[in-house]
C-alpha cells in the first residue's frame, strides 16, 4: 500500500452506507491509507454536519482539513489528487461516457429504488429499464474494462445492496437469466480482493434491512393519524417522536379557533390538539401521547430503560410544563407590569434549573430524549416570541449551556424537519399579540 505518512485522511460515514463504500472502495484502489470515523446514523456529530453543512449526510472525505462531500464528487477528487490506478480513463470522451453511466445510476436506478414501495409496479419497471440499459452498455469484465473505474464503483449498489434487498423483499428482478452480463459483472466485481476487503458483512446489513422493512411494513399496515396546528409546539412534540421512530403518518391541519367536529369527537374533555389517532383509538395531550408511542414502537428509544432515570425524565417534562410553560403564559398574557415582571422572574428561575440539569448534549445524554422533545417551545418558539415581544429572557449570555443545546436540538435532521417555519411562526405571534 501507498504510505501518505505526511497527509491526514479521513472519510466520515456509516457502515450500511453504499454511497460510503463508493469511497472506501476508491481509496483502497488507490492504496491510501485513512481514518474512518463512524457517525450514528439518525444523530450525526456536530463535526460532521460542520463539514458538510449544505446536505448535512455521510460521506465525507477530509484531506489535511479540507472537506469535500458527495460520493461522486469524491470519487472524481480522489482520482485526481492520487495518480496511482486511475478510476476514470484518461481519453476525454470515455471520462464523459463514464461519468454519465455513473449519473445514470443515480438519477435513474437509485432514483426509482427510492420511490419502490411495497413492489409498486411503476418504480420496478423503472429498475427494470435501467438493469437493461446497463446490461446493453455492460462490454467487458467491468464497466471499466479489464479494471475497476468509476461506473463499477458507482454501481456497488447494484452488485452488492440490491441483492440482499430484494432478497428481503422476495422479488426476483436481478437475476442471472435476465440480466446474464451484469449479473456476471456483479459476482467479479464483489469477489475483486479490494471491493471485497470493504464491502460491509451480508449478515449485518441483512439484519439492517430486515429491521426497516419490517417497521416500514409495520407503519403501513396501521393507520396513523395527528390531528394539530402548525404553530402550537405540543403538535411539533408529537412529529418529532413520530419522526425519531420513523413512522409515517398522516397530518390532519386544524383550524385555529374553529376545530372540526372530528377532533371534538376524538377529544372531548380537552377539545384541543394534539391528538394522535392510531388504528381508530385515539390519544390526547402531549406528554402522554409521546410516551405511548415510545412504548408501542421499540426503536429509537425516548425515554430511559432505567427506572430512576424515566423518572427524572418525567419529573423534569412535567416541570417544564408545570413550571415554565404556566409562567411564560402568565408573561404573554398579562397586563399588570408589576405581575409580568413577576411572571418574568419566575420563568428565569425555572430556565436556571433547566441550565443545571443539562449535563450533556441533550437532556437524554447523546441522543434526543422527552426531556428536549417537551422543551422543543423554548427551543423553537421562545426566540420568536421574545423577538416579537421585546423581551430578552433566554440568550446565551444568561444560559449558554441552554442556548447551546437550543442550537444543537433544532438543527437536528429529525427535529428540522418536523418543525414549521420561522416566517410563519413570526407572522402568526405578530398578528395574535396586535390584536
Same mark, same amino acid.
Given at each position: 500500500?501507498?504510505?501518505?505518512?505526511?497527509?491526514?485522511?479521513?472519510?466520515?460515514?456509516?457502515?450500511?452506507?453504499?454511497?460510503?463504500?463508493?469511497?472506501?472502495?476508491?481509496?483502497?484502489?488507490?492504496?491510501?491509507?485513512?481514518?474512518?470515523?463512524?457517525?450514528?446514523?439518525?444523530?450525526?456529530?456536530? =463535526?460532521?454536519?460542520?463539514?458538510?453543512?449544505?446536505?448535512?449526510?455521510?460521506?465525507?472525505?477530509?484531506?489535511?482539513?479540507?472537506?469535500?462531500?458527495?460520493?461522486?464528487?469524491?470519487?472524481?477528487?480522489?482520482?485526481?489528487?492520487?495518480?496511482?490506478?486511475?478510476?476514470?480513463?484518461?481519453?476525454?470522451?470515455?471520462?464523459?461516457?463514464?461519468?454519465?453511466?455513473?449519473?445514470?445510476?443515480?438519477?435513474?436506478?437509485?432514483?426509482?429504488?427510492?420511490?419502490?414501495?411495497?413492489?409498486?409496479?411503476?418504480?420496478?419497471?423503472?429498475?427494470?429499464?435501467?438493469?437493461?440499459?446497463?446490461?446493453?452498455?455492460?462490454?467487458?469484465?467491468?464497466?471499466?474494462?479489464?479494471?475497476?473505474?468509476?461506473?463499477?464503483?458507482?454501481?456497488?449498489?447494484?452488485?452488492?445492496?440490491?441483492?440482499?434487498?430484494?432478497?428481503?423483499?422476495?422479488?426476483?428482478?436481478?437475476?442471472?437469466?435476465?440480466?446474464?452480463?451484469?449479473?456476471?459483472?456483479?459476482?467479479?466485481? =464483489?469477489?475483486?480482493?479490494?471491493?471485497?476487503?470493504?464491502?460491509?458483512?451480508?449478515?449485518?446489513?441483512?439484519?439492517?434491512? =430486515?429491521?426497516?422493512?419490517?417497521?416500514?411494513?409495520?407503519?403501513?399496515?396501521?393507520?396513523?393519524?395527528?390531528?394539530?396546528?402548525?404553530?402550537?409546539?405540543?403538535?411539533?412534540?408529537?412529529?418529532?417522536?413520530?419522526?425519531?421512530?420513523?413512522?409515517?403518518?398522516?397530518?390532519?391541519?386544524?383550524?385555529?379557533?374553529?376545530?372540526?367536529?372530528?377532533?371534538?369527537?376524538?377529544?372531548?374533555?380537552?377539545?384541543?390538539?394534539?391528538?394522535?389517532?392510531?388504528?381508530?383509538?385515539?390519544?390526547?395531550?402531549?406528554?402522554?401521547?409521546?410516551?405511548?408511542?415510545?412504548?408501542?414502537?421499540?426503536?429509537?428509544?425516548?425515554?430511559?430503560?432505567?427506572?430512576?432515570?424515566?423518572?427524572?425524565?418525567?419529573?423534569?417534562?412535567?416541570?417544564?410544563?408545570?413550571?415554565?410553560?404556566?409562567?411564560?403564559?402568565?408573561?404573554?398574557?398579562?397586563?399588570?407590569?408589576?405581575?409580568?415582571?413577576?411572571?418574568?422572574?419566575?420563568?428565569?428561575?425555572?430556565?436556571?434549573?433547566?441550565?443545571?440539569?443539562?449535563?450533556?448534549?441533550?437532556?437524554?445524554?447523546?441522543?434526543?430524549?422527552?426531556?428536549?422533545?417537551?422543551?422543543?417551545?423554548?427551543?423553537?418558539?421562545?426566540?420568536?416570541?421574545?423577538?416579537?415581544?421585546?423581551?430578552?429572557?433566554?440568550?446565551?449570555?444568561?444560559?449558554?449551556?441552554?442556548?447551546?443545546?437550543?442550537?444543537?436540538?433544532?438543527?437536528?435532521?429529525?427535529?428540522?424537519?418536523?418543525?414549521?417555519?420561522?416566517?410563519?411562526?413570526?407572522?402568526?405571534?405578530?398578528?395574535?399579540?396586535?390584536?
Amino acid at each position: 500500500m501507498a504510505s501518505n505518512q505526511e497527509e491526514e485522511v479521513k472519510l466520515f460515514g456509516v457502515v450500511p452506507s453504499p454511497f460510503v463504500t463508493r469511497v472506501d472502495i476508491a481509496l483502497n484502489l488507490k492504496g491510501v491509507q485513512y481514518k474512518f470515523v463512524e457517525e450514528n446514523l439518525g444523530n450525526f456529530s456536530d =463535526t460532521l454536519i460542520k463539514y458538510n453543512p449544505v446536505h448535512k449526510k455521510v460521506p465525507v472525505l477530509v484531506h489535511n482539513g479540507k472537506p469535500i462531500s458527495e460520493s461522486r464528487v469524491i470519487l472524481e477528487y480522489i482520482d485526481e489528487t492520487w495518480k496511482q490506478n486511475p478510476i476514470l480513463p484518461s481519453d476525454p470522451y470515455k471520462r464523459a461516457l463514464a461519468r454519465f453511466w455513473s449519473n445514470f445510476i443515480d438519477d435513474k436506478f437509485l432514483s426509482a429504488v427510492r420511490k419502490w414501495k411495497e413492489n409498486n409496479e411503476e418504480s420496478i419497471e423503472e429498475m427494470e429499464v435501467a438493469f437493461q440499459f446497463l446490461e446493453n452498455e455492460l462490454k467487458d469484465k467491468f464497466f471499466g474494462g479489464e479494471e475497476i473505474g468509476i461506473v463499477d464503483i458507482t454501481a456497488v449498489f447494484i452488485a452488492y445492496w440490491f441483492p440482499i434487498i430484494q432478497e428481503i423483499i422476495g422479488l426476483k428482478l436481478f437475476t442471472s437469466e435476465k440480466f446474464p452480463k451484469l449479473y456476471k459483472w456483479s459476482q467479479d466485481f =464483489t469477489n475483486h480482493q479490494v471491493v471485497k476487503e470493504k464491502l460491509p458483512n451480508r449478515e449485518t446489513l441483512f439484519a439492517y434491512f =430486515t429491521a426497516r422493512m419490517e417497521t416500514k411494513m409495520a407503519s403501513n399496515q396501521e393507520e396513523v393519524k395527528v390531528f394539530g396546528m402548525l404553530a402550537s409546539p405540543f403538535v411539533s412534540r408529537v412529529e418529532i417522536a413520530l419522526g425519531l421512530k420513523g413512522i409515517e403518518y398522516k397530518y390532519q391541519e386544524e383550524e385555529f379557533g374553529n376545530l372540526s367536529d372530528t377532533l371534538f369527537k376524538y377529544n372531548p374533555v380537552y377539545k384541543k390538539v394534539p391528538v394522535l389517532v392510531h388504528n381508530d383509538k385515539p390519544i390526547s395531550e402531549s406528554l402522554v401521547i409521546v410516551e405511548y408511542i415510545d412504548e408501542t414502537w421499540k426503536q429509537n428509544p425516548i425515554l430511559p430503560s432505567d427506572p430512576h432515570k424515566r423518572a427524572l425524565a418525567r419529573f423534569w417534562s412535567n416541570f417544564i410544563d408545570d413550571k415554565y410553560m404556566n409562567a411564560l403564559g402568565k408573561v404573554l398574557y398579562t397586563h399588570d407590569e408589576k405581575e409580568r415582571e413577576k411572571c418574568i422572574e419566575e420563568s428565569e428561575v425555572a430556565l436556571q434549573f433547566l441550565e443545571n440539569e443539562l449535563k450533556d448534549k441533550f437532556f437524554g445524554g447523546k441522543e434526543i430524549g422527552l426531556v428536549d422533545i417537551t422543551a422543543v417551545f423554548i427551543a423553537f418558539w421562545l426566540p420568536i416570541v421574545q423577538e416579537v415581544m421585546g423581551l430578552k429572557l433566554f440568550n446565551n449570555e444568561k444560559f449558554p449551556k441552554l442556548y447551546n443545546w437550543s442550537q444543537d436540538f433544532n438543527n437536528h435532521p429529525i427535529v428540522k424537519e418536523k418543525l414549521p417555519s420561522r416566517e410563519s411562526l413570526l407572522a402568526f405571534y405578530k398578528a395574535r399579540f396586535a390584536s
